[in-house]
């Protein structure tokens, strides 16, 4: 797992100043679902239509990464 020191998804893109945030919702427990505002880590991803530094990309990937993690070893 990669640490995000401030607890928020990685900024790919600004769009109005604001800060990355990252919304969930919870069914018995577990996380189905994940919405990132003011952030866009698949943009980060995509190496062809977006031209982002590598920090950028480094931390869109390891945002992704953890959310694989998450989903095939967390019950």
């Known amino acids: 797992m990669h640490d995000f020191p401030e607890g928020r998804p990685p900024k ?3 769009h109005d100043g604001k800060p990355p945030q990252a919304f ?3 069914r018995n427990g577990r996380m189905v679902l ?3 505002y ?3 880590p698949a943009d980060g991803w995509a ?5 982002n530094p590598q920090d950028i990309i ?3 990937l390891s ?6 993690v998450y ?4 019950p």
């Open 58 to 60: 480094d931390a869109a």
């Open 71 to 74: 989903v095939f070893t967390y």
């Open 47 to 51: 190496y062809d239509e977006h031209d």
């Open 24 to 26: 969930a919702v919870y």
């Open 34 to 36: 994940l919405y990132t």
């Open 38 to 40: 003011e952030s866009n």
């Open 12 to 14: 790919v893109h600004e």
């Open 63 to 68: 945002f992704g990464v953890n959310l694989f």
